[in-house]
């Protein structure tokens, strides 16, 4: 009897337990950020079908479900997967098909570079990018005396840094049809004692790129996937691409749908004719991984190059003023074209001048109309009163931390010491808007997201200089950083309901780092590793 009373009283409890929940995934032992509106803390998370099902402590967890693989954390610190608002990820790609020219510190190291990439390769056109002529003793652009005299005939353009200016040699000037006599409004075709140097600024670089062999589908593949890879292990799970023309999008969208590319990918449609004729017509297109709804739009050039538009001369070269790289009548065309088909409109924008102008177009433009999120991409020297316009709830900045910390050793000399003050101004940008979405912009800059978080907060180079940070008044706290990098990244995409935090609902995108990026010494997270990157719950 007594027996059978221990059994009833075992069936008894055994019944009345809760059977748990099978689920695909669980993290257990997690110092987990989950960047939800409280920003509050979690231990652990359920996953299902690749979005994240249920969020608390580990014995919750525990308790209430089972999976199949179950991810013990040991206390590393948990991340929503980063989104990189402001790149270029196909061009990267791309760029490690070509010689790759960062880092180089002087004109002698590019053309070794040049040399040993023709060396291995022997191609017909010669294509590369990376240089600086800031990073060089000799600050001056180069000449293609030299790349004339090692290469007569195959020509050659190598792409500045910050895509803004371009050096050929006469084999490409010629195969382009470009003279000294070539003039195109908003750039330069850079000219001494009256003779081409082969540098061209802005515009005029279409006329060599219009002449570049076209890539093969397996050579864009294969870009595209190389790129995937180097940012899936720095923890990057969303890029925002500024500027695709129709082809890549629709290649893109091919590997997606074949799960090859898992990337989630934010296109921005580059402003061309042929491009906007096709996707504004379509509407917007939206699947789990790719996004198109938004046009990229250049206003300017670059500070480096001295082709940002500024509203009084460069303090280092008297006269000069840099250049729109559009017309003014043209883009206030383009402004109403793409709020009449509910189109984002997101523009590149370098100098004061630059920035006022499509500031004050973004905001006549959007008169009446509400949550259009229209983004100022950069947003780098801003001056006057011109703050003011990213108070209209309809203009977001985009901007890009390492930019800070790449140029503040030469930005004062071409701005002077009063308009710096307008400069890299996120906190002032931040406290005008309320979001800041954050990028790196790379290939410009490297791609790693937590150079980008560094610069943000610390606003000093991996030296540690300079010391107290470069006008660190406009820094970032490490909160307003990483949902710069999250969240309000997403915000800036329309996707905060899907991404950008832990929470019950959205794609299970996520990251376990080496390093507590909240907590750890700020000279840690330039050095912080990436353990794992997860998409739709699925290691990468």
């Known amino acids: 009897m007594k027996k059978l009373l221990t059994i009833f009283v075992l069936t008894l409890i055994l019944s009345c337990q809760?059977?748990?929940?099978?689920?695909?995934?669980?993290?257990?032992?997690?110092?987990?950020?989950?960047?939800?509106?409280?920003?509050?803390?979690?231990?652990?998370?359920?996953?299902?079908?690749?979005?994240?099902?249920?969020?608390?402590?580990?014995?919750?967890?525990?308790?209430?479900?089972?999976?199949?693989?179950?991810?013990?954390?040991?206390?590393?610190?948990?991340?929503?997967?980063?989104?990189?608002?402001?790149?270029?990820?196909?061009?990267?790609?791309?760029?490690?098909?070509?010689?790759?020219?960062?880092?180089?510190?002087?004109?002698?190291?590019?053309?070794?570079?040049?040399?040993?990439?023709?060396?291995?390769?022997?191609t017909s056109f010669i294509i590369g990018r990376g240089w600086d002529q800031n990073d060089w003793e000799d600050k001056n652009f180069p000449n293609k005396k030299l790349l004339d005299a090692l290469f007569p005939n195959t020509p050659i353009a190598l792409t500045r840094i910050d895509g803004h200016a371009l050096l050929c040699n006469q084999a490409a000037l010629d195969l382009a049809n470009i003279t000294k006599d070539t003039k195109i409004d908003g750039g330069e075709v850079v000219l001494e004692n009256g003779e081409l140097t082969g540098v061209l600024i802005d515009n005029p670089m279409e006329l060599v790129y219009n002449i570049f062999p076209k890539p093969t589908r397996q050579l864009q593949i294969e870009g595209l996937m190389d790129a995937q890879e180097i940012c899936a292990s720095l923890g990057l799970t969303t890029v925002s691409d500024a500027g695709l023309d129709r082809n890549v999008i629709e290649l893109i969208d091919s590997l997606q749908q074949t799960g090859d590319l898992q990337m989630r990918v934010y296109g921005m449609v580059s402003n061309t004719k042929e491009n906007l004729d096709y996707y504004l017509p379509k509407g917007k297109i939206k699947t789990e991984k790719l996004n198109v709804q938004s046009v990229k739009v250049?206003?300017?050039?670059?500070?480096?190059?001295?082709?940002?538009?500024?509203?009084?001369?460069?303090?280092?070269?008297?006269?000069?003023?840099g250049a729109m790289v559009i017309g003014l009548e043209d883009f206030e065309t383009l402004a109403k074209r793409l709020e009449a088909a509910n189109y984002q409109m997101n523009t590149h924008a370098i100098g004061d001048s630059?920035?006022?102008?499509?500031?004050?177009?973004?905001?006549?433009?959007?008169?009446?109309?509400?949550?259009?999120?229209?983004?100022?991409?950069?947003?780098?020297?801003?001056?006057?009163n011109d703050f003011e316009y990213f108070k209209n709830e309809n203009i977001l900045p985009s901007i890009q931390p390492t930019h800070a910390t790449s140029d503040m050793y030469w930005a004062e000399d071409r701005l002077g010491a009063e308009r710096i003050k307008g400069a890299y101004a996120y906190k002032t940008l931040l406290e005008s808007s309320g979001k800041v979405a954050l990028g790196t912009d790379f290939p410009i800059e490297q791609v790693s997201p937590f150079l980008t978080f560094y610069a943000a907060v610390a606003r000093q180079d991996l030296e540690q200089f300079p010391e107290g940070g470069f006008q660190i008044a406009d820094g970032l706290t490490r909160e307003e950083t990483l949902k710069g990098m999250t969240?309000?990244?997403?915000?800036?995409?329309?996707?905060?309901?899907?991404?950008?935090?832990?929470?019950?609902?959205?794609?299970?995108?996520?990251?376990?780092?080496?390093?507590?990026?909240?907590?750890?010494?700020?000279?840690?997270?330039?050095?912080?590793k990436v353990e794992q990157t997860f998409i739709d719950g699925v290691k990468q």
Not at 299 to 312: I, N, Y
Not at 314 to 321: G, L, T, V
């Open 487 to 528: 969240i309000w990244a997403a915000y800036s995409n329309f996707e905060e309901n899907e991404k950008g935090s832990i929470e019950v609902g959205k794609f299970a995108d996520f990251i376990i780092l080496d390093h507590d990026i909240m907590t750890t010494d700020l000279i840690n997270i330039p050095i912080t």
């Open 18 to 122: 809760k059977e748990k929940q099978q689920v695909d995934t669980i993290v257990i032992n997690a110092n987990v950020y989950t960047v939800n509106s409280n920003f509050d803390k979690a231990e652990a998370f359920a996953i299902k079908d690749g979005k994240f099902f249920k969020i608390g402590t580990t014995k919750d967890i525990q308790n209430n479900f089972v999976a199949d693989t179950i991810i013990d954390a040991k206390g590393q610190a948990v991340f929503p997967g980063f989104i990189d608002a402001h790149c270029h990820f196909y061009g990267m790609g791309m760029n490690l098909q070509t010689v790759d020219l960062t880092g180089t510190t002087s004109f002698e190291e590019v053309m070794k570079r040049v040399l040993d990439y023709q060396n291995e390769r022997n």
């Open 354 to 384: 630059a920035n006022s102008f499509v500031l004050k177009t973004y905001d006549k433009t959007l008169q009446g109309k509400t949550d259009r999120r229209w983004r100022v991409e950069h947003a780098q020297i801003i001056t006057d």
């Open 298 to 321: 250049y206003a300017d050039g670059a500070l480096g190059s001295r082709g940002a538009a500024l509203k009084t001369p460069y303090a280092d070269a008297e006269n000069h003023f």
